[in-house]
């Protein structure tokens, strides 16, 4: 961000909010994350009633990690190309329809593969809706906004993460069953929908363009070579890929906390009540003049955390250290997507972000398939205990690795790398 841009953002932290696309553009997208959240809530208590299998809970994150793999640079080339809204508006409804599907799976009790399939669309749908949401972002607010923007879209994020697996358990325990947490989830996409549409976007011009290979790779390859953006994104990836105990929530709260759905909404939503407590707090700290010790001291408490969790009995310690999880989490998403904005020269912000977003995707999606097939062979609390010491391990390799990290200061004095 401009140093010009820093005094207007200070004087007036709703100035993003005064904007009416802006404002539309957030509730669409908060109604669009808390249905997306609230389903798969319910995907998860679901399988686990009927089928009682952990690796069965380790698939919905693997069937969802290949789309995300395989269509995440694509996408960002079609937002870059096509008309964003268009992409948006295919992306909703596929969505609705697996959303729909999924309802009359729960209410029909259908074959568990059905499921799947329809997770996997779910999946292709948001590979091309996030980034093409993303690229539409910067038309609905004045350039010297988009920093308080991005603040507010970030915190919105967490709050969906907050809110939404609370009223799915909510409304699972009031209905007996996931078919109308599903039925939810339709609507929402369908309001969300509407909402995007009826937002004025100044018209651009689009060129159609085939991918080539090299334009796909370009992102790849910048971070290669931007080390320290590199050395950030491995330290996320593996450590939340090992120290992932999300995808065993349900098995913790049925089978060792020995609590309900509702229990189990609130054991989904701490770690976004954490991150939520620490955006607030941070939003009134000066900047990090060691920021590349808090990023590293930011996991060893996000892996310390997991090892308690797996040990614990106690519902109220665990929900402490899954909020804990999030307080750590947000510190480094702060730190990692700031020094992206820094290090990334504006011409290749769109496919780094794609990449970045197969970076998060392999860390949450394969963390959850890596975590229900340990516990498959290992045992639920052993999973959980030797993921957040993995976590750990990965913190110490980068750290060693990485001296250029351990000594990264202030993230303003970070100077752009080349394309």
């Keep these: 961000m401009p140093e010009t841009a820093a005094p207007a953002e200070t004087r007036d932290p709703y100035a993003a909010l005064r904007h009416t696309a802006f404002r539309r553009f957030l509730v669409g997208r908060a109604v669009f994350l808390i249905g997306g959240q609230m389903q798969m809530t319910a995907v998860g208590w679901q399988i686990y009633e009927r089928l ?11 069937v969802q990690i290949i789309p995300v793999i395989v269509l995440a640079l694509p996408a960002g080339h079609v937002a870059d190309h096509f008309d964003r809204r268009r992409i948006v508006a295919g992306g909703l409804s596929l969505y609705l329809f697996c959303s729909l599907g999924l309802a009359a799976l729960s209410w029909t009790e259908g074959a568990p593969w059905l499921t799947y399939a329809l997770l996997f669309l779910v999946a292709v749908a948001r590979a091309f809706t996030v980034p093409a949401l993303g690229s539409l972002l910067p038309s609905v607010i004045p350039r010297g906004l988009w920093a308080n923007a991005a603040t507010w879209n970030s915190s919105l994020f967490e709050l969906a993460g ?6 799915a358990g909510l409304v699972i325990a009031l209905s007996g069953g996931a078919t109308a947490v599903f039925f939810t989830a339709a609507a929402c996409a369908l309001l969300a929908g509407v909402l995007f549409a009826s937002i004025h976007v100044p018209p651009r011009e689009v060129k159609p363009k085939a991918p080539d290979l090299a334009g796909l790779l370009s992102g790849l390859h910048f971070m290669f070579k931007a080390r320290l953006l590199f050395a950030a994104a491995s330290l996320d990836l593996f ?49 990090w003049r060691r920021a590349g010790r808090v990023l590293l001291w930011s996991f060893v408490g996000f892996g310390a955390a997991i090892i308690v969790f797996g040990l614990s009995r106690n519902y109220w310690l665990s929900l402490a250290m899954l909020v804990l999880t999030g307080v750590c989490d947000n510190l480094n998403v702060v730190i990692r997507q700031t020094l992206m904005q820094f290090i990334t020269p504006d011409s290749m912000r769109g496919r780094v972000s794609a990449v970045n977003y197969i970076f998060i995707g392999c860390s949450n999606e394969l963390g959850a398939f890596e975590s229900g097939l340990a516990a498959q062979f290992l045992g639920t609390v052993p999973a959980i205990v030797a993921g957040g010491a993995g976590a750990l391990l990965v913190v110490g390799l980068v750290a060693k690795l990485s001296p250029a990290l351990r000594r990264l200061g202030r993230l303003y004095d970070v100077a752009p790398v080349p394309e």
């Design 239 to 287: 450590a939340v890929l090992l120290g992932g105990a999300t995808a065993l929530l349900p098995v913790v709260a049925k089978d060792i906390l020995h609590t309900g759905p509702a229990g189990f909404g609130w054991l989904r939503a701490a770690p976004s009540i954490g991150a939520v407590a620490m955006a607030f707090v941070t939003a009134h700290l000066p900047p």
């Design 52 to 62: 009682g299998s952990k690796l069965a809970l380790g698939m919905v994150g693997l």
């Design 162 to 167: 907050m809110v939404g697996p609370g009223i």
